[in-house]
């Protein structure tokens, strides 16, 4: 079994920036895609970047492109999603998931992601 472990949510004002962290531990596979997801209330879990096992590889959802950057740290099995410029339309539960079907594209849908982290709350107040 796989266990991912977000932290680093809170509260910050419009124009501020977050980092999260997700740890990934326990039967990790060999290779895997890492993804940042979000849910407002009320809405749909959405996409929000994706990064490929190399780290070649990195999808942006539009609304977060320049904003939001994502990487991982080998070593730590973790991701890191460094959000900038916050708007409080980011408010939202922000969740970590692992793909371990394809290692080398991000794919964007939440039905193709198998581990999924328990989330951590973001909140921008403008």
């Known amino acids: 079994q796989v266990q991912l472990v977000e932290s680093g949510g809170g509260l910050v004002q419009a124009g501020g920036s977050l980092r999260l962290s997700c740890a990934a531990s326990g039967r990790t596979f060999n290779s895997y895609v890492m993804g940042w997801f979000r849910q407002a209330p009320g809405k749909e879990r959405t996409f929000v970047a994706g990064i490929s096992w190399t780290g070649g590889s990195t999808n942006y959802a539009a609304s977060v492109k320049g904003r939001f950057t994502i990487s991982r740290d080998y070593a730590k099995n973790t991701v890191y999603l460094q959000m900038n410029s916050l708007e409080p339309e980011d408010t939202a539960v922000y969740y970590c998931?692992?793909?371990?079907?394809?290692?080398?594209?991000?794919?964007?849908?939440?039905?193709?992601?198998?581990?999924w982290g328990q989330g951590t709350q973001v909140a921008v107040s403008s």
């Open positions: 998931a692992l793909d371990r079907k394809d290692p080398l594209v991000v794919v964007t849908a939440t039905f193709r992601y198998d581990y």
